[in-house]
T-cell receptor, first 115, second 112 residues
């Protein structure tokens, strides 16, 4: 158990809908990262937050947005969903200070299926 | 943009033998970090080993070690005394101050 929690575990929704994925980082971690893993693919980095502020941005679609709250949990909002958004969405957190040297601890993921 | 390439989509190895997984990357940065992650069938992402680019010494973690060749931008993972529990997808990852990228993965099967 990495200490990172994600809810829900599974989500099934229809095209055009909007969903919110939630992540709670490990106790003491200030950074949260979001990744997308499509079927049998590698991980694509979406976005990073550090202590409530956006820190780095990857290939995140405009239909997607995220935020990190004062209690450090984070939410990833996906809107106008398309079939191609079906994927496993991972959240990860890392150590108390910012910087690339800290390893990331991954949550169990949320499996999103868009029908 | 940084790219990470894993040229072996699938590999297999006999139990107790040694296997090496390849990874190359492209960057113009001098300060960065490299990681190998394991993803077993449970889909959990587990950190296997990490390497700081400023360190010349190759990282080792029990049966796992890396061969880091900075000039060649190569970062291979060696698994010694392979065990059935090592069966998983293995992802090479690159990180600098602004970006984190993963390779497409190598599916490793350890055969009894």
């Amino acid at each position: 158990d990495s200490g990172v929690t994600q809810t829900p575990k599974h989500l099934i929704t229809a095209t055009g809908q909007r969903v919110t994925l939630r992540c709670s980082p490990r106790s003491g971690d200030l950074s949260v990262y979001w990744y997308q893993q499509s079927l049998d693919q590698g991980l694509q980095f979406l976005i990073q937050y550090y202590n409530g502020e956006e820190r780095a941005k990857g290939n995140i679609l405009e239909r997607f947005s995220a935020q990190q709250f004062p209690d450090l949990h984070s939410e990833l909002n996906l809107s106008s969903l398309e079939l191609g958004d079906s994927a496993l969405y991972f959240c990860a957190s890392s150590a108390p200070r910012d910087g690339p040297s800290y390893e990331q601890y991954f949550g169990p993921g949320t499996r999103l299926t868009v029908t | 943009a940084q790219t990470v390439t894993q040229s072996q989509p699938e590999m297999s190895v006999q139990e107790a033998e040694t296997v090496t997984l390849s990874c190359t990357y492209d960057t113009s940065e001098n300060n960065y970090y490299l990681f190998w992650y394991k993803q077993p069938p449970s889909r959990q992402m587990i950190l296997v080993i990490r390497q700081e680019a400023y360190k010349q010494q190759n990282a080792t973690e029990n049966r796992f070690s890396v061969n880091f060749q900075k000039a060649a931008k190569s970062f291979s993972l060696k698994i010694s005394d392979s065990q059935l529990g090592d069966t998983a997808m293995y992802f090479c990852a690159f990180r600098d101050n602004n970006d984190m990228r993963f390779g497409a993965g190598t599916r490793l099967t350890v055969k009894p």
